[in-house]
């Protein structure tokens, strides 16, 4: 499976990563008691800078997390979501010359345990677990045009792309808090089983191994970017000729940065 992430991101993730990590070891070795502080801050309001980093500016999503009792809490996050502009994705034959519609939504939610014997300090600071779910809608409208090589005229399509994913899983994470106010919240592992549901068309006067070349195309695109994604779209039976419909379900993933302000 190809790495999806962009370098910027791996390298914040890996350094932000190590750091969780070695401060959770030094902090369950110095003491296994919870330090309360004098005023507890119970809720949270938080945005997600991972969305954004991986499938654009217009992904943007913003959550909430309420601490419970006995060092648990649970989180809503809600908001617009994004599907890239795929034609880095594609072969040169294949060029997208205006985004004609785009939209989508998420919408997500777990509960987390916070892991006293290992967090030196109460929640929502340290180590948690627990189980999430997540569903995200896109939609986007592209008009192409493809050249096939040796050729100099471009024959002009459009495609419409509908992609909806729902996912349920298990994740472990960390959180930091910065003088008292300010969060970083880590996803570190999340994985699940994640319901892939996909129409895809593409219009215009292809011929059918053109269209079926375009429709591979798209699906390695997809595959970049959302891990588990099997492949679906055109696979060689003539159901997507012009245009169709799929399901299906896979192993999914959780990776995830949120920066937060208590109160």
Known sequence: MKNFYPK???????????????????RAQSTDSV???????????RFNVTNPLIFGGKSLIFGYERILKNNRSFSVNIGQAALPNFENGFSDEFRSNTVLSEGGFHISGDYRFYLGKLNKYSAPRGVYIGPYYSYNRFSKGHDWEYTKEGTTTPKEFNSDL???????GFELGYQFVFWKRFSVDLILIGPGIASYKIKATAEGNLTDEERQQFFDKLNQALKDKFPGYSGTVGDGDGEFEKSGYRSTTSFGYRYMINVGYRF
Do not use: C, D, H, M
């Not at 990563?17 to 959770?24: D, W």
């Not at 330090?35 to 309001?45: L, M």
């Open 162 to 168: 509908s992609l909806k994913i729902q996912q349920i």
């Open 8 to 26: 910027s991101f791996r390298l914040l993730y890996s350094i932000v990563l190590l750091s969780a990590f070695g401060l959770t070891n030094l």
């Open 35 to 45: 330090y309360k502080p004098s005023r507890e801050f119970k809720n949270t309001i």
